[in-house]
């Protein structure tokens, strides 16, 4: 075959039906490559972006609250730690005593609980109305005040359960048969880290005293049982939350 002839067939195959249509096929699938999303798949990523938005807007109040409980819980247990640290420590206070030290919580009373400085040696709080920072003769027993705020409160105190009912004390504490207190109140004594806790008891306007296990309950008014969490006070000086 001549070279004529060989350019003849290059040109009619490069021209012929064929090749064009491929030419053709190759411009429109550059074209759509280049034309971005389509209306379809606009609609589709939205509406993806809506649906989870939603569902972040509807679980973030709930997941605040746990969040905001959780801390609540923690700040309670580091706050009772604290009034054992100054007790084993020997802390001075301000008319240059060495007393012992305490956390008294209540129920209500503004959702408040207060560590403080047991200078009379009565093992109670004796003045809980003022609370200026400073424990001495001329400052009252209050060294310092926590007030709760937000939804959640101290649901209940109770103590001593059953080692079943101590498996959940965050249900059992708001039974009718369980050992409610209307207060309590944890004293730590130098040299020893053990919790000396009384309890107040107000349907019979007494006390209880040798307290072994303590139970504070804190949740929001109104929610599952489940979901409170719980301050865990022992005899021997053990501080957790449930």
Same mark, same amino acid.
């Given at each position: 075959m001549t070279n004529k002839e060989v350019n003849s067939k290059i040109i009619e195959s490069k021209f012929s039906p064929l090749s064009r249509q491929g030419e053709k096929i190759i411009q429109r699938s550059t074209r759509q490559d280049s034309r971005g999303f389509s209306l379809i798949?606009?609609?589709?990523?939205? %509406?993806?972006?809506?649906?989870?938005?939603v569902v972040v807007l509807v679980n973030y109040p709930e997941a605040n609250g746990r969040i905001a409980l959780r801390l609540l819980a923690q700040k309670m247990a580091l706050s009772i730690r604290e009034a054992q640290v100054? &007790?084993?420590?020997?802390?001075?206070?301000?008319?240059?005593?060495? =007393?012992?030290? #305490? !956390?008294?919580? =209540?129920? #209500? %009373? &503004? /959702?408040? @609980?207060?560590?403080f400085a047991d200078i009379d040696a009565d093992g109670i709080l004796d003045d809980n109305q003022s609370c200026s920072g400073e424990a *001495?003769?001329?400052? *009252?027993?209050?060294?310092?005040? @926590?007030?709760?705020? *937000?939804?959640?409160?101290?649901?209940?105190?109770? @103590? /001593?359960?059953? =080692?079943?009912?101590?498996?959940? =004390?965050g249900q059992n504490c708001n039974t009718q048969h369980a050992k409610s207190l209307s207060a309590l109140t944890v004293l730590f004594r130098r040299p020893n880290p053990e919790a000396m806790m009384t309890g107040s008891v107000s349907s019979e306007s007494g006390t209880?005293?040798?307290?072994?296990?303590? @139970?504070v309950v804190l949740g929001r008014t109104g929610d599952e049982p %489940?979901?409170?969490?719980?301050? !865990?006070?022992?005899?021997? #000086?053990?501080?957790s939350v449930r």
């Open positions: 798949e606009l609609l589709v990523t939205t %509406s993806i972006f809506i649906i989870i938005s100054y &007790g084993v420590s020997v802390r001075v206070t301000e008319s240059g005593k060495f =007393p012992d030290y #305490g !956390m008294f919580i =209540p129920i #209500g %009373s &503004g /959702d408040q @609980y207060t560590l *001495g003769a001329a400052f *009252g027993e209050c060294v310092e005040r @926590y007030t709760i705020t *937000g939804q959640n409160r101290i649901l209940a105190i109770c @103590y /001593d359960l059953d =080692p079943e009912e101590a498996m959940n =004390p209880v005293d040798n307290v072994a296990e303590a @139970y %489940s979901r409170n969490k719980v301050v !865990m006070i022992t005899s021997t #000086g053990q501080i």
